[in-house]
């Protein structure tokens, strides 16, 4: 196996550069953009892709969820990187720790930020509990790590049919947590922040996880890792117990380990364009399908029910007074997407 070398990289720095594969006849207003949000949103409701990524609706106010998966990601990252730079692990921690809060701060909507809500599992000081159990809970490991948050453009091929000039590049964009060795192996790592009880069969779904399988593929591509292996690392968040009884901080973290061959990559691969090319179809003809099943109810509810569910002339009006128009920004809000999609 061929090995990328650990880096350093500045912990001071804010975002590293995209790393792309694109060549300088693509001209990325004609392009088609997607990440795994994306995609996964088509997949699951074509309306719910309409009103997103096509009318620009959001609802209005920040979410607890995603706020909190960013804040917990931002303190990680910043404490690998510190770790990364040669500093200690109680300095590294701090320093992380330091980034979470401003993080957090800066993500959570301003009914978390007041002192009523310590007790919520989305709180400041939970959040810090979580942070500081796992640090410790994975510091015994000895990772190595080769690239910490890497976000990338990868050109994945061209759709063709009824659209202007017959055929649009298409180019899929993400960030990777972190390509890490452990054991003599490489791994893509991912950090999903779950509300759900971590249990093997939450783990398993990651096998068929669109984004998941993506970096792993950019990882090949873009950065010649040389690895068929991701690590998911599930952190658990729950509020911290009353009793003794409860469930220790260190069974708030488990790892699974996910392995694809060569030919499962390239199915993704197609069945990304696939999706692509269906994306373009609906854009051409403006027919969106409703989902009215379980996804209009799943994770505590879709976000765009109430406008689904309102009678047509009266949700322009709902429009006005619940939500506000967005306008997705590929890689600036990658993480945002990311995590609003996974987290409860
Ligand atoms: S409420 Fe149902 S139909 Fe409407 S966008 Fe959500 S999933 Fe789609």
Same mark, same amino acid.
């Given at each position: 196996?061929?090995?990328?070398?650990?880096?350093?990289?500045?912990?001071?720095?804010? !975002?590293?550069?995209?790393? !792309?594969?694109?060549?300088?006849?693509?001209?990325?207003? !004609?392009?088609?953009?997607?990440?795994?949000?994306?995609?996964?949103?088509?997949?699951?409701?074509?309306?719910?892709?309409?009103?997103?990524?096509?009318?620009?609706?959001?609802?209005?106010?920040?979410?607890?969820?995603?706020?909190?998966?960013?804040?917990?990601?931002?303190?990680?990252?910043?404490?690998?990187?510190?770790?990364?730079?040669?500093?200690?692990?109680?300095?590294?921690?701090?320093?992380?720790?330091?980034?979470?809060?401003?993080?957090?701060?800066?993500?959570?909507?301003?009914?978390?930020?007041?002192?009523?809500?310590?007790?919520?599992?989305?709180?400041?000081?939970?959040?810090?509990?979580?942070?500081?159990?796992?640090?410790?809970?994975?510091?015994?490991?000895?990772?190595?790590?080769?690239?910490?948050?890497?976000?990338?453009?990868?050109?994945?091929?061209?759709?063709?049919?009824?659209?202007?000039?017959?055929?649009?590049?298409?180019?899929?964009?993400?960030?990777?947590?972190?390509?890490?060795?452990?054991?003599?192996?490489?791994?893509?790592?991912?950090?999903?922040?779950?509300?759900?009880?971590?249990?093997?069969?939450?783990?398993?779904?990651?096998?068929?996880?669109?984004?998941?399988?993506?970096?792993?593929?950019?990882?090949?591509?873009?950065?010649?890792?040389?690895?068929?292996?991701?690590?998911?690392?599930?952190?658990?968040?729950?509020?911290?117990?009353?009793?003794?009884?409860?469930?220790?901080?260190?069974?708030?973290? !488990?790892?699974?380990?996910?392995?694809?061959?060569?030919?499962?990559?390239?199915?993704?691969?197609?069945?990304?364009?696939?999706?692509?090319?269906?994306?373009?179809?609906?854009?051409?003809?403006?027919?969106?399908?409703?989902?009215?099943?379980?996804?209009?109810?799943?994770?505590?509810?879709?976000?765009?029910?109430?406008?689904?569910?309102?009678?047509?002339?009266?949700?322009?009006?709902?429009?006005?007074?619940?939500?506000?128009?967005?306008?997705?920004?590929?890689?600036?809000?990658?993480?945002?997407?990311?995590?609003?999609?996974?987290?409860?």
């Amino acid at each position: 196996m061929t090995q990328a070398p650990p880096i350093k990289s500045d912990v001071s720095i804010g !975002k590293p550069s995209v790393v !792309k594969n694109l060549t300088d006849e693509i001209d990325l207003k !004609k392009a088609m953009i997607l990440d795994a949000h994306l995609i996964k949103t088509f997949r699951a409701c074509e309306q719910k892709f309409n009103w997103f990524e096509e009318l620009h609706v959001i609802g209005r106010g920040k979410m607890a969820a995603p706020g909190f998966g960013i804040s917990m990601h931002t303190g990680i990252e910043f404490f690998r990187r510190s770790k990364m730079a040669g500093e200690s692990f109680t300095s590294a921690l701090s320093t992380g720790k330091a980034a979470l809060i401003e993080a957090y701060n800066r993500n959570m909507p301003s009914e978390n930020l007041q002192e009523v809500m310590v007790d919520d599992k989305r709180s400041l000081p939970n959040a810090l509990r979580i942070y500081d159990g796992y640090c410790k809970h994975y510091e015994p490991f000895g990772y190595t790590f080769h690239y910490i948050e890497i976000p990338f453009a990868l050109y994945i091929g061209q759709i063709s049919g009824d659209v202007p000039g017959g055929t649009k590049d298409v180019i899929y964009v993400g960030i990777i947590d972190a390509v890490l060795e452990h054991r003599a192996r490489v791994y893509v790592n991912d950090l999903k922040t779950t509300g759900w009880t971590l249990n093997e069969n939450w783990l398993e779904g990651f096998r068929m996880d669109q984004g998941l399988i993506g970096y792993t593929v950019a990882a090949k591509e873009l950065l010649g890792v040389d690895t068929q292996y991701a690590l998911v690392h599930g952190i658990w968040v729950q509020k911290e117990p009353k009793t003794d009884k409860a469930k220790k901080i260190d069974d708030y973290f !488990k790892s699974k380990e996910i392995y694809w061959q060569d030919e499962q990559l390239r199915e993704w691969h197609r069945h990304t364009l696939l999706t692509a090319q269906r994306i373009e179809e609906r854009r051409a003809d403006g027919e969106w399908t409703m989902d009215f099943g379980q996804n209009c109810g799943a994770f505590g509810g879709c976000s765009y029910r109430a406008l689904c569910a309102a009678p047509l002339g009266f949700r322009h009006r709902l429009i006005e007074l619940d939500y506000e128009q967005a306008f997705w920004t590929p890689l600036e809000d990658e993480r945002l997407q990311k995590m609003s999609a996974l987290e409860i």
